[in-house]
């Protein structure tokens, strides 16, 4: 279910209060918490993780956020070598093609320096939504080799993307899955190999990134698990590319971004119906 915008903004900033006011009773005084208490507490005793909480829940896809440098990825090695990861901040352009026969196809290109874009990668959906074959695919634009597979898991408690590394003999990094329980919508990555089991998220690992946001607005941003935003989604243009229906996403320097654009054009999909209606009432 969606939660009113204004009872969102009520929420986000209630939380930030709360932490505020927290204060712990020694000898029969009010005392603030020691520093290594608050290490220990909750996530959002973090001033940077408080405000994350107030975009994010506000829908404000990155606006105030900064994209954050990565020294590391949470799996090894990155997907691609030559597409993957960059020293520089980079920003794509996603578009949804207008013909096609699988309705989950999308033709992603990256803006380059000086003006003008270069074909990156495409994305494939599959013709036929039955168990193995429900299966979205990244390609090199360029080579036509395939990078990255997201298979949908057609029984599972929320839609969910077991996450492969391309080509022959793929091999299974993780998976996407929505979280259950949330004020609002939210979908966490996992790593494979991190242990845990279970549906309900007591017996899971903690996700290596957090995708949060207004995904009916396609104005989201991904965060790791120490809450560093690695990549913004925007339909509002980030930089002027060529004059074509697209929305933009902007990759942090190490930062993945053939498994960024594989997340959010599954979850492009996820809210597709909304997004249909949403051009309906447009026009």
Request: hydrophobic share 40%; proline share 4%.
């Amino acid at each position: 279910m969606r939660l009113p915008s204004s009872f969102r903004i009520a929420l986000a900033f209630a939380f930030v209060w709360c932490d505020c006011q927290c204060f712990l009773v020694l000898d029969g005084q009010k005392k603030r918490p020691s520093a290594q208490f608050l290490r220990h507490h909750h996530e959002s005793s973090s001033i940077r993780l408080q405000m994350n909480l107030i975009s994010d829940m506000l829908g404000g896809g990155g606006f105030f956020s900064k994209l954050e440098p990565q020294d590391s990825l949470p799996y090894s090695p990155e997907v691609c070598p030559t597409h993957s990861c960059s020293n520089d901040v980079r920003t794509f352009a996603v578009q949804e093609r207008w013909l096609s026969f699988t309705g989950e196809d999308f033709d992603v290109v990256e803006a380059i320096e000086g003006g003008g874009s270069r074909p990156f990668v495409k994305v494939r959906g599959a013709m036929m939504h039955l168990p193995g074959k429900d299966k979205m695919r990244l390609f090199n634009a360029k080579t036509g080799d395939e990078l990255l597979v997201l298979d949908r898991k057609l029984v599972a408690a929320t839609p969910t993307y077991d996450i492969y590394r391309g080509g022959w003999n793929a091999e299974k990094i993780g998976w996407m899955e929505k979280k259950m329980i949330s004020f609002t919508d939210t979908f966490d990555v996992y790593m494979e190999g991190k242990g845990g089991f279970g549906v309900t998220g007591l017996f899971k690992p903690n996700p290596a990134y957090r995708i949060t946001g207004d995904f009916l607005d396609r104005n989201f941003v991904i965060r790791n698990d120490q809450g560093q935003c690695v990549a913004v989604v925007r339909e509002d243009w980030i930089v002027e590319l060529d004059s074509f229906n697209h929305y933009q996403v902007q990759v942090a320097p190490g930062m993945d971004a053939v498994l960024v654009l594989a997340c959010l054009c599954a979850i492009d999909e996820e809210f597709d119906e909304e997004h249909k209606e949403k051009k309906k009432q447009k026009s």
